[in-house]
């Protein structure tokens, strides 16, 4: 009787209602695979998320008991005094800039975040929601292969309905993939969080590297063809990381293995490193040792070695934003106006660092306020891991350590929705293990 009733907890209270169910799904997969320029401009861009957002909570405002049960849901989370502090920024970023998008923008975000926490826990379940956004990360794998091979990207060319920037993306004569989002870097962000998800074994609840071998290759492969020195350098820290948290069994497995992929790769280059395919796999290779060890290996490999200087000089100069005694730091100057200033000659325009981007946006608050958000997320997590020691918790940390990680680097880039899907699936996770401890506790289950 208790192991049937168990079964049944697992299964999400609200999971019959199918027009929300299904609303919840689209919200979860378009959230991953549509890219933000494809929707409907009325003024604004009506993107897949923002219309899923729409009918969700129009679905809430003609349910009351949904909507009052999402409310005390959402008064009650552990990030709502962050959120909320960065909120506030906003409002008054808005009114002193008249930037209505300053305010929207993060409302619209944060909604978001809430919408994907309630329905994940209570309509979707997070174990669907973990699956769902498994089966994405093999579309984008599959789909980023394609993409390099056709030198182009194929969102770009078939579902670019809204205005926007976005261009294909080449370095060093070879096409850079960047799958739904608008750069590479973005697509690349979104890798670093697929990696841990691909790592989940939710049936035995361990870390496990190669528990998707098939996939793990994919993404990977996917992470060499973004041409992201940063990516790949970060990618890699990463699966060291997922290495060490897995059990002792699974440790040594992932070492036998990562060593005999070594040895293949070290074959393929010695039988192929002339052609254009092993030059290509060693300018990745050499450019991430270039970066952290400042030698210039890459050029011998066809790497433009002056662009790739030229962009580590340039992020240098970026941190000096916060000196600039014309920039206010209290009131920042909203997501609308260009940005630009030149410093010791150096004309900046491309903010390639999401922190001093916040501080351009909405000053000092802004970007305290987000950082103390994402110190919340790591302290839950954290705790989360340490007391219910499950997969999920470990992975998201490491993959929310990870993104937060390489933004020093760059901007968002439209990218926090992704991160966003992570950590609402394990917030969803920690409120229905609180509740089965709960009802163990009463002896109701």
């Given at each position: 009787?208790?192991?049937?009733?168990?079964?049944?907890?697992?299964?999400?209270?609200?999971?019959?209602?199918?027009?929300?169910?299904?609303?919840?799904?689209?919200?979860?997969?378009?959230?991953?695979?549509?890219?933000?320029?494809?929707?409907?401009?009325?003024?604004?861009?009506?993107?897949?998320?923002?219309?899923?957002?729409?009918?969700?909570?129009?679905?809430?405002?003609?349910?009351?008991?949904?909507?009052?049960?999402?409310?005390?849901?959402?008064?009650?989370?552990?990030?709502?005094?962050?959120?909320?502090?960065?909120?506030?920024?906003?409002?008054?970023?808005?009114?002193?800039?008249?930037?209505?998008?300053?305010?929207?923008?993060?409302?619209?975000?944060?909604?978001?975040?809430?919408?994907?926490?309630?329905?994940?826990?209570?309509?979707?379940?997070?174990?669907?929601?973990i699956k769902l956004s498994i089966g994405c990360a093999y579309f984008l794998g599959i789909y980023g292969l394609i993409e390099f091979f056709c030198g182009q990207s194929i969102f770009l060319k078939f579902f670019s309905t809204v205005p926007n920037s976005v261009a294909n993306s080449y370095r060093s004569g070879f096409y850079r993939i960047m799958g739904p989002c608008g750069h590479?870097?973005?697509?690349?962000?979104?890798?670093?969080?697929?990696?841990?998800?691909?790592?989940?074994?939710?049936?035995?609840?361990?870390?496990?590297?190669?528990?998707?071998?098939?996939?793990?290759?994919?993404?990977?492969?996917?992470?060499?063809?973004?041409?992201?020195?940063?990516?790949?350098?970060?990618?890699?820290?990463?699966?060291?990381?997922?290495?060490?948290?897995?059990?002792?069994?699974?440790?040594?497995?992932?070492?036998?293995?990562?060593?005999?992929?070594?040895?293949?790769?070290?074959?393929?280059?010695?039988?192929?490193?002339?052609?254009?395919?092993?030059?290509?796999?060693?300018?990745?290779?050499?450019?991430?040792?270039?970066?952290?060890?400042?030698?210039?290996?890459?050029?011998?490999?066809?790497?433009?070695?002056?662009?790739?200087?030229?962009?580590?000089?340039?992020?240098?100069?970026?941190?000096?934003?916060?000196?600039?005694?014309?920039?206010?730091?209290?009131?920042?100057?909203?997501?609308?106006?260009?940005?630009?200033?030149?410093?010791?000659?150096?004309?900046?325009?491309?903010?390639?660092?999401?922190?001093?981007?916040?501080?351009?946006?909405?000053?000092?608050?802004?970007?305290?306020?987000?950082?103390?958000?994402?110190?919340?997320?790591?302290?839950?997590?954290?705790?989360?891991?340490?007391?219910?020691?499950?997969?999920?918790?470990?992975?998201?940390?490491?993959?929310?350590?990870?993104?937060?990680?390489?933004?020093?680097?760059?901007?968002?880039?439209?990218?926090?929705?992704?991160?966003?899907?992570?950590?609402?699936?394990?917030?969803?996770?920690?409120?229905?293990?609180?509740?089965?401890?709960?009802?163990?506790?009463?002896?109701?289950?």
């Amino acid at each position: 009787m208790r192991e049937q009733s168990a079964y049944v907890a697992e299964e999400p209270e609200l999971r019959n209602l199918k027009v929300l169910f299904s609303l919840m799904v689209f919200l979860i997969i378009t959230d991953f695979v549509m890219p933000q320029y494809f929707g409907i401009h009325i003024g604004y861009d009506l993107t897949c998320t923002r219309l899923a957002d729409l009918l969700i909570v129009l679905y809430m405002f003609l349910n009351r008991k949904i909507l009052t049960h999402f409310g005390d849901m959402v008064i009650h989370h552990i990030f709502i005094i962050p959120f909320a502090i960065y909120l506030f920024v906003s409002i008054y970023t808005m009114v002193c800039r008249v930037d209505i998008n300053a305010f929207f923008l993060v409302f619209l975000e944060i909604l978001t975040f809430y919408i994907l926490v309630y329905g994940i826990r209570y309509i979707v379940g997070w174990k669907r929601a973990i699956k769902l956004s498994i089966g994405c990360a093999y579309f984008l794998g599959i789909y980023g292969l394609i993409e390099f091979f056709c030198g182009q990207s194929i969102f770009l060319k078939f579902f670019s309905t809204v205005p926007n920037s976005v261009a294909n993306s080449y370095r060093s004569g070879f096409y850079r993939i960047m799958g739904p989002c608008g750069h590479a870097l973005g697509y690349g962000l979104l890798l670093l969080l697929f990696i841990a998800l691909a790592c989940m074994d939710i049936e035995k609840d361990e870390v496990y590297l190669f528990k998707r071998p098939f996939l793990i290759g994919l993404l990977y492969v996917n992470v060499f063809l973004t041409g992201s020195r940063s990516t790949l350098g970060i990618a890699l820290i990463e699966m060291l990381l997922i290495v060490l948290i897995s059990g002792a069994k699974n440790i040594k497995k992932s070492c036998i293995i990562i060593f005999f992929l070594l040895v293949a790769l070290g074959g393929f280059l010695l039988l192929f490193g002339r052609t254009g395919i092993g030059r290509y796999v060693m300018m990745q290779i050499t450019s991430v040792m270039d970066q952290f060890l400042g030698t210039s290996y890459s050029g011998i490999f066809g790497a433009d070695t002056t662009t790739l200087d030229n962009s580590e000089e340039y992020r240098k100069y970026l941190p000096r934003i916060f000196q600039l005694d014309w920039l206010n730091p209290w009131i920042g100057r909203g997501v609308s106006r260009v940005f630009s200033a030149q410093i010791d000659g150096i004309y900046i325009k491309s903010i390639d660092n999401f922190y001093v981007s916040q501080y351009i946006k909405y000053g000092y608050p802004g970007m305290i306020a987000y950082i103390l958000f994402i110190v919340a997320a790591i302290v839950f997590l954290i705790r989360a891991a340490w007391k219910y020691h499950s997969c999920v918790f470990k992975l998201v940390l490491i993959a929310t350590v990870c993104y937060f990680f390489n933004l020093w680097w760059l901007d968002a880039l439209q990218t926090l929705k992704f991160e966003y899907v992570l950590l609402a699936i394990a917030c969803a996770c920690y409120m229905w293990k609180e509740q089965m401890m709960k009802c163990d506790n009463e002896q109701l289950c």
